[in-house]
Nanobody, 125 residues
Framework: LQLVESGGGLVQPGGSLRLSCAAS????????IGWFRQAPGKEREGVSC????????NYADSVKGRFTISRDNAKSTVYLQMNSLKPEDTAVYYC???????????????????WGKGTLVTVSS
């Protein structure tokens, strides 16, 4: 099982980025997927998650109204569209799966596995 994140980079405050989480070696469609982030000196936190079918999504309060999670199971990819970015969004962003197939969406880092290596997002002028 492998997840690979991409799409990070340097963006000015107020800008946008779209992150991708591509899966290989397993059926992505069977798993809820979460996006998490870790800023320097801080604990990893949940950002957003999406159920296996895409019918349920959840967001951390800090990103509600600015970030949108989606998935294309045919392409084995989950996306995180990030708009109105703020300097406090600067972090390494990771995606991960639930432990069990068809498991519920979760924002708890302890509730997921199969972490990717992350992609760095830097919001700065």
């Amino acid at each position: 099982l492998q997840l690979v994140e991409s799409g990070g980079g340097l963006v000015q405050p107020g800008g946008s980025l779209r992150l991708s989480c591509a899966a290989s070696g397993f059926t992505l469609a069977a798993y809820a997927i979460g996006w998490f982030r870790q800023a320097p000196g801080k604990e990893r936190e949940g950002v957003s998650c999406i159920s296996s079918t895409g019918g349920t999504t959840n967001y951390a309060d800090s990103v509600k109204g600015r970030f949108t999670i989606s998935r294309d199971n045919a392409k084995s990819t989950v996306y995180l569209q990030m708009n109105s970015l703020k300097p406090e969004d600067t972090a390494v962003y990771y995606c991960a799966t639930t432990f069990q197939r068809w498991g519920p969406c979760t924002l708890r880092p302890s509730g997921v596995t199969n972490w990717g290596k992350g992609t760095l997002v830097t919001v700065s002028s």
